[in-house]
């Protein structure tokens, strides 16, 4: 009897143990996938999203990344006139990605960064010039002229309510910052500088043509 016993009782102690295993796995598996899930969608922790009002929003379609973007992260669309726009977080860093679907711009979703500890202390202020007109002058010329961008865009902290550019030409253009973005179509013009006052009060400046 004993010898008949044995290899039932076995049997069902591994049926048992494999139950529980597969309990487990699938316990791991919604815990792990929906907790990726959720921090691939929510803005992140701490105090970059204190820094950004649009971040702290919950998302929407409209702030899926264009399939174009060569970066990723948590990305909210903000509400500028021009071309789709995108504040991205990318580890560290704070980005401005534009759609680059105009056949004057490159796809790829053209994009600029800057990690977060610079931001803050450049001002608050991250200005993204993309894209260039024909020069004037032919490409030979020595040195080669400067090219001006056909975009302006930036993202900026809060309480910065717009960011004046003044470009070489003597034009001046006020840009308002709008869902902590901020976009200017340059119209052939280069930009000289760039001026804005962070929450502090204090008043900054950046030149242009980087």
């Not at 487990?24 to 990726?36: D, E, H, I």
């Not at 179509?185 to 950046?206: I, L, N, V």
Request: hydrophobic share 40%; with cysteine; net charge neutral.
């Amino acid at each position: 009897m004993n010898q008949f016993r044995s290899p039932h009782v076995a049997w069902r102690g591994v049926w048992i143990l494999g139950v529980l295993a597969a309990t487990a796995v699938s316990l791991v598996f919604l815990t792990v996938g929906g907790s990726s899930a959720h921090s691939a969608s929510t803005a992140p922790s701490g105090s970059m999203a204190k820094q950004f009002a649009a971040l702290q929003r919950a998302p929407t379609a409209a702030d899926a990344l264009p399939t174009n973007a060569t970066i990723a992260g948590p990305a909210r669309r903000v509400d500028v006139s021009g071309e789709p726009q995108w504040l991205l977080v990318k580890g560290n860093e704070v980005c401005v990605l534009l759609q680059g679907s105009p056949s004057s711009l490159t796809s790829g979703g053209p994009n600029s960064c800057i990690e977060t500890e610079k931001l803050k202390a450049d001002g608050g202020v991250l200005v993204f010039e993309f894209g260039s007109y024909p020069p004037t002058l032919p490409l030979t010329a020595t040195p080669p002229p400067p090219r001006a961008p056909q975009i302006i865009a930036g993202v900026a902290e809060d309480g910065i309510t717009s960011v004046t550019i003044t470009f070489v030409n003597g034009a001046v253009v006020n840009a308002p910052v709008v869902d902590n973005g901020f976009q200017v179509a340059t119209a052939e013009r280069m930009p000289a500088e760039y001026r804005w006052t962070s929450a502090d009060g204090a008043a900054h400046s950046e030149k242009g043509g980087s």
